[in-house]
């Protein structure tokens, strides 16, 4: 089993067919302040398998901050089952409502685990205080 894709998002479902909608992708936030919380991230981790990967399994998710500190971390049973009929790859997208503890300005990371071993890492670029105005057209607005 690997991971095809992790990301962080403002939304994500499944349609009634079967289809991952996912709303609003972002690797990047500004908060005012720190300490400070990013709340309701929608974490978006799409699984693929074969049917030898049918069983019980588990999904560590760690949240690192910039010093290498971990902030929090969750753990979960996955049990996959094997479809009837096919011997083609499995597709098994989980979605995940986390709220994010930010504590410094910098670079974040979300890592996924599957059975003890790190498979992916997503990185949020968290910059904080007074946003400065953008350049538009080469003037400040």
């Known amino acids: 089993m690997h991971v095809s894709f992790a990301l962080f998002a403002d939304a994500a479902n499944l349609s009634q067919e079967g289809k991952l909608n996912v709303l609003g992708v972002f690797d990047a ?3 005012a302040a720190f300490p400070s919380v ?3 991230a929608t ?10 990967d049918a069983g019980v399994h588990t999904m560590d998710l760690n949240w690192i901050n910039p010093r290498g500190t971990e902030l929090w971390s969750s753990s979960a049973e996955l049990t996959i089952g094997a479809p009837a009929g096919t011997t083609g790859e499995l ?3 989980i979605i995940a409502a986390v709220d994010l503890p930010l504590d410094v300005a910098g670079d974040y990371a979300m890592r996924v685990s599957l059975n003890g071993e790190q498979r992916a890492e997503v990185v949020l670029h968290v910059r ?4 400065q105005p953008r350049p538009v057209g080469g003037l400040v607005s």
């Open 91 to 93: 597709d098994m997208p």
């Open 29 to 31: 936030v500004h908060v």
């Open 43 to 52: 974490l978006v981790v799409r699984l693929k398998g074969s049917p030898a």
């Open 38 to 40: 990013h709340p309701r």
């Open 128 to 131: 904080g205080g007074t946003p």
